[in-house]
């Protein structure tokens, strides 16, 4: 098993920047290829961005591009989530998740979830 846990969500303005963090447990950590979702309210759980188990490959839904920066520490066993320009849109619960396939894959490809964390952007 892998464990998951998030940190940095909270409440920020919009134009504001938040770094979330995941750190893993358990298993070969850099084996994996990391993920981050989200989930609002009412929403089905999205796509955010991807990091391959190297982190040489980088992707992102088009609604994060050019926003926010996906990165990894392997000695750290973290990935983070850089979020920059938030916008109240991007208020969600926040997942990170692994699993063994690069680039971008739908939730139910995704071998192992952590908990969430809140980041909630005010107007």
């Known amino acids: 098993q892998l464990q998951l846990a998030e940190s940095g969500g909270g409440l920020v303005q919009a134009g504001g920047s938040l770094r979330l963090s995941c750190t893993a447990s358990g298993r070969t950590f850099s084996n994996y290829a990391m993920d981050w979702f989200r989930q609002a309210p009412g929403k089905e759980r999205e796509f955010v961005a991807a990091?391959?188990?190297?982190?040489?490959?980088?992707y992102y839904a088009d609604s994060v591009k050019g926003r926010f920066t996906i990165s990894r520490d392997n000695a750290k066993n973290t990935v983070y989530l850089q979020m920059n320009s938030l916008k109240p849109e991007d208020t969600a619960v926040y997942f990170c998740?692994?699993?063994?396939?690069?680039?971008?894959?739908?939730?139910?490809?995704?071998?192992?979830w952590g908990k969430g964390t809140l980041v909630t952007v005010s107007s």
């Open positions: 998740a692994a699993g063994v396939v690069d680039g971008i894959q739908p939730s139910g490809a995704m071998d192992y």
């Open positions: 990091i391959s188990w190297s982190g040489y490959y980088t």
